[in-house]
């Protein structure tokens, strides 16, 4: 798995470079073409547009760089990897996005308090049309290239990326009509309102793109000072919390904290456990449990500590168990009921079989004294039945193996059970245990896996010579 997760890691990598390096070439070409045009035509709104794309090729350039680096694998000086890279970029490049807004407002203040009527004059020509149509193109299909695999890979910069080339689509709009105007201008009356409008629509459009840069460096600024600053993601958080508990219910999660470096989140959680577990099987749960974030946070990293639960801290049914466990009991079929007498517990008590009741008296007075105590409960109602685990000693004559095997895949056959995974036979002299292994059913609730179960083992139980206990389980 591990292998998996680390060359699933590379190819990510090698996406999100190839994403960057295309954005760079593409804001190189944009940023001639622009110049160039803007230049010739004396356009505000296509200087301006000319800035934005220099600084996005410089960008670019930088998130090339930032994905590049994030990629290297953690050290001793950065021992959760060099993904805030990312992050610096983002907030980089939106520092340069509010000066060049900032640029352009102030040019656009200029000439529209300027008394010279050249300032706003704008030579219009097919070439101007055309930068501005060819970056809408672009603009348009980069953007969704890179917000896949933003989306994808869970890249800050590249999101950062796809967000800044997104709102240049309607940022060149806004140039599209200015320049439309300009070209107008001429047909219109001079003097009049419309001619007037027309003349400063260039201006305006300028300053369009001036809003929008400044729209765009709130979100990518916050969202990129929210990483530096190790702010939870709620969502992450939440998927994390519901993963526990529709999946691991058993084990409560106490404390739950996620951070995320570059695209990787890394999972710190503190879950209740009963103390008397062994050290293997805490350490086996963990596995278990950093495994289920691996699926369901795809890259997390998840440390998970065990914190020995208190019985104060437990659900009130399973506080019943512990304290049976701790009088020697085993208990099936418990009931905790807030009556309008108030609240009654009801419980199987189990007992050797071969015992007097005069014998378990006290113990089981004990015990329910101890319920009642600290469960606060006003009646704790015992119901005493034999333990039945151990097992029957069986008179009839066992087959050699391969043939009770065949006789076991024939019953199930008949019955239109699941084909046996494996059919395992346990002796101890005349004691016999068979167990049937058939394939999970996980979809099934275990209410439902229990009526299951019970329901084979009972008819496969009948359908054979009782020369052995049956029980049919799921195979883990």
């Not at 840069?213 to 979100?219: A, P, R, T």
């Not at 113990?363 to 409960?377: I, P, S, T, W, Y």
Request: net charge negative; glycine share 4%.
């Amino acid at each position: 798995m591990l292998r998996r997760m680390e060359q699933n890691a590379r190819q990510q990598d090698e996406r999100k470079a190839g994403a960057a390096l295309s954005s760079v070439l593409w804001s190189a070409l944009l940023t001639v073409l622009k110049f160039v045009v803007g230049i010739a035509t004396g356009s505000l709104g296509i200087l301006s547009e000319a800035l934005h794309s220099a600084l996005d090729l410089v960008s670019a350039g930088g998130t090339y760089f930032a994905v590049r680096v994030a990629a290297l694998p953690a050290d001793d000086d950065h021992p959760y990897g060099h993904g805030k890279v990312e992050n610096l970029t983002a907030l980089g490049e939106t520092l340069l996005l509010l000066g060049t807004a900032v640029w352009v407002v102030r040019e656009a203040v200029l000439r529209l308090a300027s008394d010279d009527a050249s300032a706003l004059e704008v030579e219009t020509s097919v070439w101007a049309f055309a930068v501005v149509i060819v970056a809408m193109l672009v603009d348009i299909n980069r953007a969704a290239m890179l917000r896949r695999v933003a989306r994808e890979t869970k890249s800050a910069a590249l999101a950062a990326d796809a967000a800044h080339f997104a709102t240049d689509i309607w940022s060149s709009a806004a140039v599209l009509l200015g320049i439309t105007c300009a070209a107008l201008a001429g047909y219109t009356l001079p003097g009049s309102r419309v001619h007037w409008l027309f003349l400063r629509m260039d201006v305006f459009a300028s300053l369009v793109v001036a809003a929008i840069i400044l729209h765009v460096c709130w979100g990518l600024g916050r969202q990129a000072v929210n990483n530096l600053m190790d702010k939870a993601d709620a969502a992450t958080l939440a998927t994390a919390r519901r993963v526990m508990r529709e999946r691991m219910p058993a084990y409560p999660v106490r404390e739950l904290r996620v951070r995320e470096v570059g695209n990787k989140p890394y999972v710190s959680m503190v879950v209740d456990v009963p103390r008397e577990l062994h050290v293997d099987t805490a350490h086996e749960i963990a596995d278990a449990i950093e495994s289920l974030m691996a699926d369901a946070l795809p890259g997390s990293e998840t440390r998970v500590h065990m914190q020995p639960a208190e019985l104060q801290d437990m659900e009130p049914d399973m506080l019943v168990r512990q304290i049976a466990l701790t009088h020697r009991f085993g208990v099936h079929g418990l009931v905790l009921m807030h009556a309008e007498q108030g609240f009654i517990i009801f419980t199987d008590l189990e007992l050797p079989p071969d015992a007097t009741l005069a014998a378990w008296r006290v113990a089981v007075q004990a015990f329910q004294n101890d319920v009642r105590r600290r469960l606060h409960a006003d009646k704790v109602v015992v119901h005493v039945e034999p333990n039945l685990r151990a097992l029957p000693v069986c008179e009839t004559s066992l087959p050699p193996a391969p043939e009770w095997e065949g006789m076991v895949r024939r019953a199930m056959q008949r019955l239109g059970a699941p084909e046996p995974l494996a059919i395992e036979l346990y002796t101890r002299g005349a004691e016999r245990l068979c167990t049937v292994l058939i394939p999970r059913e996980d979809h099934l609730t275990v209410e439902q896996s229990h009526a299951r179960l019970s329901a084979l083992t009972k008819l496969l139980t009948a359908a054979l010579p009782r020369a052995a206990r049956i029980i049919v389980a799921y195979a883990a």
